[in-house]
């Protein structure tokens, strides 16, 4: 909803800037999306009258103008078609600022010498979407004359403070000018006044010149028709094109406008009929026929349906109600009579319409939300007086007023001290009066209890919640004392998952890694780019029932590929390095086909490119790991995973179990997202992370006695892996192995093509006792034997 604050200073008088005032409404609950500042940047437009106009001399489609502008006469050379001797323009001065910082200098055009400029709608800031099609393409031709040489943001109110708020579906009253104002009035505790509607009506009624009918009660609660006699088609003032353009509304001529009009203000959508093209005068409100064919204003040929309300006349459909008028019966410049329709339609009907149609204007989004009905004759009257004030038609006397079902103010009671406890405060019932009242709602007190009466326009208060709601926002959430909460308050904190998740998050932040949130809903073609086995389960995906598109038509069987994308786009993006991972759901079908939801199981990706290799990231797992307390895995070396590069890829094993996988990408995997340097990925099982997870922290006494530490180095083929070493280190270094460590791998002329000498030094220590150099000899010995044995190293 945008709101022109000029035209809501017409119901309250606000002494604020619109940014305070905004500021203000939001905290009070109507959210502003943004403040817009219209014409501000204009500088140095002036009223010009053109006293003569000729032919350039040297150029067929630009004339000169003499643009008489109060103090001087300036020649102007200009390519505008629409402008004759006399009209009264936007002339643009030397030195003049136009909309997107444009500035205007005198100059040449072929030959002969331009003082200024003949402004656009458009140049002076006013959207292209809002100017009135005669004017599109053409210069602004005022409405009247005007002092020359006045500042053209003086004498026409293009310039304005524009507030735009969300209105939530809840708050169709907010719909409006009205609605606005009243937000206003109860904020900043200042009067509001409703716009005075007086009407000069002819004698001649409008009972005896159109007949209503509701047969679709269901669709149609109330129906309003009023008749104007000798109507004038023409422009409406600049003052009302100017409020509806910034308002959003783009200018028609007068009827049209003036129904956009009180539909802005009053929140009630309007139409206006050729009473002409309606058979016999007769309005009937009926349900459509199922296919029966119709032409909209937009000069679209639609397909109705029998749950579809329609206007119609004896023969023929004449507008979708609450959507869209019939091109049949639209206002023209040869239309003399109208039916000004003002009519209540059922929201339900509205919303199921517009969607089945496609079709939603300013008049369904308002029916849709719902509007009161008991507002439908005073904007038909508004619009009246409006029409008898332009001078664009003769209103006859009364309307044609058909309303059933009538809708009538709600009263409830509410318990003052109930509203306190909500609200923690100590508000008096005088206060609470007051602040009720100030939004139009009555209230009476009654024993510590308060009677209120609900207007129909609020149609969102029911629950005594409500009442405390509407209290609370008006008084100030700011000014809420801060209480403790009462009764048997749960007190909430993280479960050991959540912690464990954020201590994994934390600790790989701290080594440098971004954390990544992408959507869990993907393209099953997704797995292809990994070269993912077609009987792999990875393909078995739940499918979306109404996806959005194909794109995201599935729930995600693995978070690798979101990570891929990812790393990708800043890839393409000559992102040169970069460190990633995401923790999230993977979503997996039953085993059993059956139709119970998916197994949501918790996954972690790592991945990285740039300056990397497959040590920095299997350091960057050992990290995590250590941190959480993992002590108990290992590496086992993978062929056959077919997402990564078979002679570097890993599997993180625990016991008989696999926690992870992690390595270089496929080339083909790497090639299909483009990756000109290695990229390292890992998967983690983060579910079966948790459960192996130890954060108690042991603490041991420093050792009493000594190490003996002992060093060697063999040479092996280079396809022994140094964990078949370390295996038997482990194996056969008994209790009194403290510890080993790796300290060198070679490979030069001192060794024999095709091997490696791999060199470590291994620390033991006796918890009870000093060692003896026996005691070290027969376990290292031992160590030795079996590498040579069993490896076929040599000792170097």
């Known amino acids: 909803m945008l709101v022109p604050v000029k035209w809501l200073k017409d119901y309250i008088n606000i002494n604020i800037d619109a940014n305070t005032l905004a500021d203000k409404l939001t905290m009070s609950g109507s959210k502003v ?38 103090t001087e006469k300036l020649q102007i050379v ?28 005198k100059g040449k055009l072929r030959g002969e010498v331009s003082e200024g400029m003949l402004c656009s709608q458009e140049e002076v800031g006013i959207a292209k979407s809002m100017i009135p099609e005669e004017l599109k393409d053409g210069i602004w031709i005022l409405d009247k004359e005007y002092s020359l040489g006045a500042d053209l943001k003086e004498v026409v109110p293009f310039t304005d403070d524009v507030i735009e708020f969300e209105i939530t579906s809840n708050r169709p009253d907010c719909l409006s000018m009205i609605g606005i104002a009243r937000e206003t009035s109860a904020t900043l505790g200042l009067p509001f006044e409703y716009p005075t509607i007086t009407l000069n009506e002819e004698n001649e009624k409008s009972e005896d010149n159109a007949k209503v009918s509701i047969e679709d009660k269901e669709g149609c609660s109330r129906y309003i028709g009023r008749v104007i006699t000798d109507v004038k088609i023409e422009a409406s003032p600049l003052w009302m094109q100017q409020r509806l353009v910034k308002a959003g509304v783009r200018p028609i ?72 008028g019939g091109l049949e019966s639209e206002v023209t410049k040869e239309t003399k009579t109208i039916l000004l329709e003002s009519a209540h339609f059922n929201a339900d009907k509205i919303r199921a319409t517009s ?94 209890l308060l009677e209120v009466v609900i207007p129909t326009f609020r149609m969102d208060l029911d629950h005594e919640a409500d009442f405390a709601e509407e209290i609370g926002r008006i008084f100030g959430y700011d000014n809420l004392p801060a209480t403790m909460a009462k009764g048997n308050i749960a007190v909430g904190g993280k479960t050991d998952g959540q912690l464990i998740e954020d201590l994994a998050k934390k600790t790989l932040n701290s080594i440098g890694m971004n954390e990544l949130l992408t959507y869990s809903f993907v393209s099953p073609r997704s797995v292809n780019r990994i070269n993912i086995a077609e009987n792999d389960n990875k393909r078995n995906f739940v499918k979306l029932l109404n996806p959005l598109g194909d794109e995201t038509s599935a729930m995600r069987t693995t978070i690798l590929t979101n990570l891929l994308d990812v790393l990708e786009r800043n890839n393409n993006r000559k992102v040169e390095s970069a460190r990633a991972f995401e923790l999230g759901r993977i979503f997996i079908p039953k085993a059993d086909k059956s139709e119970k939801l998916p197994d949501e199981l918790k996954s972690l990706v790592i991945g990285m490119y740039g300056n990397e290799d497959f040590f920095t990231l299997k350091g960057a797992i050992n990290s995590l790991l250590d941190t959480l307390g993992i002590k108990d895995y290992d590496y086992d070396v993978e062929k056959n995973n077919p997402t990564y590069h078979p002679g570097r890829c890993a599997n993180i094993v625990v016991g008989n179990s696999i926690l992870g996988t992690l390595g270089e990408l496929h080339p083909m995997v790497s090639e299909e997202y483009g990756f000109s340097k290695r990229c390292y990925c890992a998967e983690l099982d983060f ?110």
Request: aromatic share 4%; glycine share 8%; with cysteine.
């Open 33 to 70: 999306e943004e403040v817009k500042n219209i014409g501000e940047d204009i500088k140095g437009v002036v009223v010009g009258r053109l006293e003569s106009i000729k032919p350039h001399p040297d150029a067929d489609k630009l004339v000169i103008v003499i643009a008489n502008v109060g």
């Open 78 to 105: 200009t390519g505008a078609k629409n402008v004759k001797e006399g009209d009264y323009v936007p002339v643009a001065i030397h030195g003049a600022e136009l909309a997107g910082g444009l500035k205007i200098k």
């Open 253 to 324: 001529n007068n009827i049209v406008d003036i129904t956009n009009y009180v539909m802005l203000e009053y929140g009630q959508p309007l139409h206006a009929f050729d009473l002409g093209h309606i058979e016999d005068n007769t309005i009937i409100v009926r349900k459509a026929l199922e296919n029966e064919e119709f032409k909209t204003l937009d000069g679209v040929q639609r397909t109705l349906t029998e749950n579809m309300t329609v206007i119609a006349d004896t023969k023929k459909a004449l507008a979708i109600a609450g959507v869209m």
């Open 355 to 448: 969607k089945k149609l496609g079709l939603r204007t300013e008049a369904s989004a308002r029916f849709e939300k719902g509007v009161d009905p008991n507002i439908a004759d005073v904007a038909a009257n508004r619009a009246c007086q409006l029409i008898e004030e332009l001078g664009a038609g003769k209103v006859l006397k009364g309307s044609v007023d058909v309303y059933h079902d009538v809708r009538k103010p709600l009263t409830r009671t509410i318990r003052v001290k109930r509203i306190n406890d909500l609200l923690g405060t100590n508000l008096s019932e005088e206060n609470m009066i007051s602040i009720l009242e100030s939004l139009e709602i009555k209230a009476v007190s009654k024993d510590e």
């Open 687 to 796: 579910e079966m992370i948790i459960e192996l997870t130890k954060l108690d922290v042991l603490y041991k006494t420093l050792p009493k006695y000594p190490s003996i530490i002992r060093d060697f180095a063999f040479v092996l083929k280079e396809e022994i892996y140094v964990k078949e070493i370390e295996n038997i280190i482990r194996r056969l270094g008994g209790d009194i192995l403290e510890s080993f460590k790796l300290f060198d791998v070679y490979k030069g002329d001192q060794v024999e093509a095709g091997h490696k000498s791999v060199a470590y030094t291994l620390t033991y220590r006796h918890k009870e006792r000093t060692l003896t150099d026996d005691d070290v000899n027969k376990i290292n010995d031992k160590i030795l034997s079996a590498i040579k044995e069993e490896l076929g190293g040599v000792l170097r």
